[in-house]
């Protein structure tokens, strides 16, 4: 019995501490956030030191970002590295899920990268789950955010 009233208190403290339901701002239309950004780059993660990484600016799709406003780090054990199958999942067209996670309190957690791999950074941006996206070629999401910036 002490064991299970045990289990019951962490189970309980776990669903206290979790956001119940995300707040729709950081949840947004795609092409809102992609309006919204004044910057939009394509970046690659390459290393900068046995533990580290840079993000290496490889094309500017709208914008001037001068120096990126955001630091590299490398992805650790719990953190959601995905690319929604080159963006064609449902999950990230209609649940408008992103691979930033959120936190406890309801805000975006921090993006983390993996060495090689290709993001789009949408900068300017109120966060929002979709604005560190991995990308691959042909990739859904950067096609369309290809178009909305050239639409502009």
Known sequence: MRNFLMFLGVALTGIASACILPPQDILRDHNELVAEATSIVLVKTV?????????????????????????????????WMTDFKGHTAKM???????????????SVTPPAFEIGHTYVLLL?????????????????????????????
């Open 47 to 79: 290393p900068e030191s046995a533990t580290g990484c840079s993000l290496q600016i490889l094309q500017v799709l709208k914008g001037h970002p001068g120096k990126l406003p955001i630091a590299c780090h490398l992805a650790t054990l719990g953190d």
């Open 124 to 152: 300017g941006v109120h966060p929002d789950t979709k604005q560190f996206e991995e990308v691959t070629s042909n990739d859904r999401w950067l096609t369309f955010i290809k178009s909305h910036v050239s639409g502009q």
């Open 92 to 106: 990230f067209w209609e649940q408008r899920a992103g691979r930033l996670r959120v936190s406890p309190s309801c």
